[in-house]
């Protein structure tokens, strides 16, 4: 290192700095001891916090500080509070320095826990005519706030006055001996991608669930007729349901000198996002596709294990202040580019989200970055239809993305789509692209259907 570029800080402790450095890097703090150590600790960060301006380590500090304060340690936290301009450190003594006396308030709420599951009605038009009105198919069960549960559908109407409705219930498979539990129900229809349809999402009020009372559910759904013209995916729909459970009620007294402080969130992506965009201290250009992009090695590195071979390792790229990249359009390396900085993807239209999620999987896989695979593995795999998913089952065998692999596999188990797959072009791309494929389709998928039909159709 030059002597230039050292900077001399006398009046921070080592450890102090070091737990600073740790922050600036991770966005969290070390393991800095027992209680003592962790409120002394939190004193020094708090001044080195304002003085690096880092307002979300002066926060946390500011909060430690807050929920510590005792006998020994008030006189020091009312002193930082007054030069620090800590307004919620400016309180009066706790209770065990006060005097008599004070106010308190109460705080009274229910304790619940909420938790969903899908049901995925696949072959509808099939099922359709073999459950009649009044059947109930159901989906597996799952548990919430200690009880069982599973979800029921009405594909031909729960009577003959809604034939022409879908009806979703809940069931409570395992009602207590006596009295109630109180529950709150949300249905939701989803569209192609998972997400909730908002003109199908039906949020019930707090209802009573129990041994009597096992089932509740909406009769009036959605109209069949409006599911088979505007909700079917080849062939199939899925309910969602949120249950919440209130399990009890909780009384909590506080006195007056408790202040809530409320941290704000991570926000390191959006300061590296901001350097990337105002260029400052850059160090490498990348040129893709006639476009010129300008980063910064360090980044790159510690995000990639290829970016740090090639820029700082033996590499040709090591030394080079321009890369020349020519497998990759400009608008999937700007994506890429974004999510290195931030961990997040840009905004992307919908109707390129698949094209584009295509090509960031494969430069997920090229640098190695493992997190933007799954998240574009998982992009796809909601897109999966009979017009998709060779190309995607192509994608998934050649970059090892094993599970979204599989889910192809039971997209094409379903009735009709594998033969509505077969009629297209994508097929023949399997076969000439990954010709191992086709053993591992076979006996993945053949058993549900005529093999030799399937031999001769590819």
């Not at 022409?164 to 001996?177: K, M, Q, R, S």
């Not at 409320?262 to 926000?267: C, K, T």
């Given at each position: 290192m030059k002597e230039k570029d050292r900077v001399l800080i006398s009046d921070m402790e080592v450890l102090v700095f070091k737990a600073l450095l740790t922050f600036v890097y991770t966005d969290s703090l070390p393991d800095m001891g027992g209680e003592g150590e962790k409120t002394v600790m939190a004193q020094h960060l708090l001044v080195a916090a304002d003085r690096y301006d880092l307002k979300r380590l002066k926060l946390i500090c500011e909060d430690r500080l807050c929920g510590h304060i005792d006998r020994s340690t008030v006189t020091t936290t009312l002193v930082l509070a007054e030069q620090y301009d800590l307004a919620k450190l400016h309180m009066p003594a706790p209770p065990s320095v006060s005097a008599a006396g004070g106010s308190t308030s109460s705080t009274v709420s229910a304790r619940k826990e909420t938790g969903w599951h899908v049901l995925k009605v696949e072959g509808y038009s099939q099922i359709k005519g073999v459950v009649g009105v009044g059947k109930r198919i159901k989906s597996g069960t799952f548990h919430v706030g200690g009880y069982t549960w599973c979800i029921g559908c009405f594909p031909a109407g729960f009577s003959d006055e809604t034939a022409?409705?879908?009806?979703?219930?809940?069931?409570?498979?395992?009602?207590?001996?006596t009295g109630d539990i109180m529950v709150r129900l949300k249905s939701s229809l989803l569209d192609r991608v998972g997400e909730p349809v908002s003109a199908y999402t039906q949020i019930g009020s707090i209802t009573a669930f129990s041994s009597a009372h096992k089932l509740k559910g909406y009769i009036n759904f959605i109209q069949r007729t409006v599911l088979e013209s505007s909700y079917l995916y080849d062939d199939s729909f899925k309910i969602r349901c949120d249950i919440t459970v209130f399990m009890e009620v909780c009384i909590r007294t506080?006195?007056?000198?408790?202040?809530?402080?409320?941290?704000?969130?991570?926000?390191?992506?959006?300061?590296?996002?901001?350097?990337?965009?105002?260029?400052?201290g850059t160090d490498v250009t990348f040129m893709v596709s006639g476009e010129q992009f300008t980063a910064h090695r360090i980044v790159l590195a510690a995000r990639s294990p290829v970016f740090m071979a090639e820029l700082f390792g033996p590499m040709k790229e090591k030394d080079a202040t321009?890369?020349?990249?020519?497998?990759?359009?400009a608008r999937v390396f700007r994506a890429l580019l974004h999510f290195i900085y931030t961990d997040s993807l840009p905004q992307i239209d919908d109707e390129d989200k698949v094209v584009m999620a295509q090509h960031l999987l494969v430069a997920a896989d090229k640098y190695n970055m493992e997190r933007l695979k799954w998240i574009c593995a998982d992009i796809l795999s909601k897109y999966i239809d009979t017009s998709l998913v060779a190309t995607t089952l192509v994608l998934a065998e050649q970059h090892g993305c094993h599970g979204l692999k599989e889910t192809c596999f039971e997209f094409l188990k379903a009735p009709g789509n594998l033969t509505a797959a077969m009629a297209g072009d994508g097929f023949r791309h399997v076969t000439s692209s990954c010709p191992s494929l086709l053993e591992e389709l076979l006996a993945k998928v053949a058993p549900y259907f005529d093999r030799e039909r399937i031999i001769r159709t590819i």
């Open positions: 022409d409705w879908i009806c979703v219930d809940a069931c409570l498979e395992n009602p207590p001996a506080a006195t007056n000198t408790e202040a809530s402080l409320v941290v704000p969130p991570p926000d390191m992506h959006c300061h590296f996002g901001a350097i990337l965009e105002s260029r400052l321009v890369v020349q990249i020519d497998d990759m359009e």
